[in-house]
Every structure is written in structure tokens, then in C-alpha cells.
């Protein structure tokens, strides 16, 4: 990673940031929309990788369903910054803040099941997550046609973690 880049949990400044750079991909039907005052409300939930003392570059957060399961939701890079590692990045912070949290289930349901592979997901049934189906798919308009894909990592069997500055 470039040496001025900054990976660190979010603040509450930081809401409106995150929000403009996950609508970017919400409105191409890549993500959900999430509003700066929703953001606000799970900011402790957000990890950011920053320019230093300028704009933010990639963000995401960890969406607890159980003490001991989490998602790996809301991932973004902004798109001039796409191919540079960013997107691997932020996983490994959302995934150092769920060890922090004593979390070592994380699963993602995703449009971009590649990049959940690359960066050491394995595909597993979604089934394996009733908390999730229970709590966000029973209610969704696209249940019946959700095309994205559940991946999940064992956090555990994973030496890999991203130190996270506060
Ligand atoms: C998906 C996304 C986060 C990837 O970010 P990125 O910074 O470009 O990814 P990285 O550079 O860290 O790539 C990590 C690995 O994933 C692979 N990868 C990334 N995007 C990929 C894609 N769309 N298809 C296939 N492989 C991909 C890279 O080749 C790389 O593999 P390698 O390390 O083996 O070479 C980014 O494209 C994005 O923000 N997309 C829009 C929002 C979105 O879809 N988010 C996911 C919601 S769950």
C-alpha cells in the first residue's frame, strides 16, 4: 500500500464521505443505498482507507448478526483507485476490527464473487447464515431473484490480518 494511505476506523465526520462513495456504486445497482445519517448511526461499525489528511479511497463495515458472525458489508473503492490493492485492503480492516470484536465467522453476500475469491473467501451456501435470511432476505423485494453469491472465511485458519489504527 502507497506510504501516505491511512487504514483506521471511521469517525463520525466521515458519514457523509463514506455515504457519496457507496452511492457511487449504489446507483449502478452494485451495492444498497446507505444515507450519511444511516451511516452515522453504525459508524462504529465503518473501517476507511484515507489519503492522508485528504479524501477517502475505499470503505467498509462489519454487520454483526450473532456474537459470533458477522458480514463483510458495504465494501467500496472509489474507481479511480480500482486494481491497486485497496479492495483487499479494507477487507482485512473490517476483518481486524471483527477479531477485535472476538468475531471469527465472517461471510459477505456479493455481485463480485471474484474478488471474494481472491481475497480467501470460499463459496458456501447461504443457508449456513439463518440470522442473515432471517433478519435482511425474508424482507428484501429481491428474494426471488437475488443473484448474490455468499462467500465466508474462517478467520481463525487465517494468518493474514491488517493492523488497524483507531
Ligand atoms: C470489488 C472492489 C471492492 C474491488 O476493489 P479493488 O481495490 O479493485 O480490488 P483489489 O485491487 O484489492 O483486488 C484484490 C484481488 O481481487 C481481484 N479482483 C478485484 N476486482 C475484481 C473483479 N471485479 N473481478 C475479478 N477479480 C477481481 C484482483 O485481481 C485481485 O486479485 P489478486 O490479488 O489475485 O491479483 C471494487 O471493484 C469496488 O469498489 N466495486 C464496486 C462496489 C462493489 O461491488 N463492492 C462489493 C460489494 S459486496
Redesign the pocket.
Known sequence: MAPDLVVRRARPGDAPAISRLNNT?ANEG??LVRSPEVIALAIDDYVVVQVARGELL?CGALKEYSPSVAEV?A???SRD?????????IVGAVEALARKRGIFDVF?L???P??FA??GYQRVDRARYPEKIRRDCLGCARRFACNEICFAKNLLADQTAVPLAA
Open positions: 456504486f452494485q451495492m475505499a458489508a465494501i467500496a473503492v483507485a480500482h486494481g491497486q490493492g485497496l479492495g483487499r485492503t459477505a456479493t455481485l463480485q471474484e474478488f481472491a481475497v
